[in-house]
């Protein structure tokens, strides 16, 4: 019986203790709108606890762990993870895991001081994008750098490209060993399947977008979070904000963007289900105003998967969703499903 499961379940007495300890006493537990949890069926005591972020990176270690471990993940779907503040449940669960999964590349913005308590309270607490080569990975323009000062900085959206995201599996694989090595045997084996799925779905995206007419490949969103998927797959991407949502777009930017529209003949700009819909539809209208008629091509899943229970709810279902209603809207040929 697979004991995994995508909500928190967070004990009354190890959220008390959480919040004594870190908050110097506890009231009622804050939650943001869109954040509640769902108290699942309580798992076996020796069963490692494992507790991700964001959805993309707990499908996967859900897919590795099987029956063997639980894994939680913090943010739910449409949940935006570059404005996301951690609620008290939250910092109670970071530290009732035993594996603390999260992308890294400044992704999770605002849980930085409480992914540093629960490593310093012990937890094994890995990064997952950021052991992805630098050669792989997406490096941001200098005017992003000046926020960071000398650092390096990446874009940390990298499950955009399934090829890259495949390089996450063997240290998710990894940490999962570190943490219960008597079921070595079975992460592996799992881990070696779903790396394989991964590659599969890379090859299936290939193979739809080469149908994209190359003057049609301009993909417009609302955010910049499809740099990977256009560098793999051929196509320029405009998002209206830039790499993080906190950055907010100005009256030049969607003029900017308006004059691409038109010049170019984009036919379609897509929103995204984490990104609210009020700069892409300014985008329509300024084109609209100068007879360049622009439609919605979907919504795409960018930051964060779609809900429980749906294709889009797992990684794989997610990409595929994006791929084929990012082909349709620009002129290619989709597959049936």
Not at 78 to 95: C, E, M, N, S, V
Not at 202 to 219: E, F, G, I, M, N
Not at 256 to 274: D, K, M, N, Q
Request: proline share 5%.
């Amino acid at each position: 019986m697979n004991c995994s499961h995508r909500y928190i379940w967070c004990p009354a007495l190890l959220s008390l203790l959480a919040c004594v300890a870190l908050l110097s006493g506890c009231g009622r537990a804050e939650t943001e709108p869109g954040t509640e949890t769902q108290t699942p069926a309580a798992s076996p005591a020796d069963t490692p606890r494992v507790v991700a972020t964001v959805g993309m990176i707990a499908d996967l270690a859900e897919r590795i762990a099987g029956e063997h471990a639980t894994v939680d993940v913090l943010m739910q779907p449409g949940i935006d993870p570059h404005l996301y503040q951690p609620t008290r449940d939250d910092l109670a669960a970071l530290l009732n895991a035993d594996l603390v999964l999260y992308n890294g590349l400044k992704l999770e913005g605002r849980m930085t001081d409480a992914l540093k308590n629960a490593r310093g309270a012990g937890r094994a607490v890995v990064p997952v994008a950021e052991s992805i080569p630098e050669d792989a990975l997406l490096r941001l323009e200098e005017a992003e750098l000046a926020v960071d000062g000398t650092e390096k900085l990446f874009d940390p959206h990298a499950w955009m490209d399934p090829s890259v995201w495949a390089q996450t599996v063997p240290v998710i694989r990894d940490a999962l060993v570190e943490i219960d090595p008597d079921n070595a045997g079975a992460y592996t084996a799992a881990a070696e399947e779903l790396q394989n799925e991964l590659l599969e779905l890379h090859a299936y995206a290939q193979r739809v977008l080469d149908t994209v007419p190359k003057s049609q490949r301009v993909l417009v969103t609302a955010h910049d979070a499809f740099g990977y998927f256009g560098r793999q797959y051929g196509f320029e991407v405009l998002g209206i904000q830039g790499i993080s949502t906190q950055s907010e777009a100005g009256v030049r930017d969607i003029e900017r963007l308006v004059a691409v529209l038109v010049e170019r003949g984009v036919p379609a700009v897509f929103v995204e289900s984490t990104v609210s819909e009020r700069n892409v539809n300014a985008l329509i209208a300024g084109a609209q105003a100068r007879d360049h008629a622009v439609s919605v091509g979907g919504e795409l899943f960018s930051d964060a998967m779609g809900p429980d229970g749906t294709p889009e709810g797992t990684y794989v279902g997610m990409l595929r969703h994006n791929v084929d209603t990012i082909a349709a809207a620009l002129g290619g040929t989709v597959d049936a499903r």
